[in-house]
């Protein structure tokens, strides 16, 4: 068995290239939809998959397409471990970047050496550490 989140989300272009960015992932599976969007993308890094994605405006009505999204903070959060510390300041440097709101910036604590918690700009809670 394997588990693998799916984030449906505004802007899938854009949040992979910061996702590939932050966490050193390259893309797997990927099909597109006629806009270039992401119907699906897999993330991955080396030869497993971390997460995927598909734009959200392409797998709700077009009723609900026209309500506001709300993008609530933390609706979805991740937590990646086992990083060098560049590696956990380099993700911190690009998921901090018009963040919904950044709980802690990069500090130690009793379980790991160092980590920090932002929710990005999609509205994804990270908590990413060695």
Known sequence: MRVVTQLVIEDTIEAAEMYMNALDLKPGLTVKHDDGTYAHL???HGDKEILSMT???H???E???REPYDATPGT???GIYGLSKEAVYSAYEVLKMD???IVD???NSPWLELFFIVIDKFGVGWQVGT
């Open 42 to 44: 897999s993330l991955m």
């Open 55 to 57: 734009e959200r405006r």
């Open 59 to 61: 797998v709700i009505s």
């Open 63 to 65: 009723e609900q397409a």
């Open 76 to 78: 979805a959060g991740f």
């Open 99 to 101: 963040a919904k709101k």
């Open 105 to 107: 910036e990069p500090k």
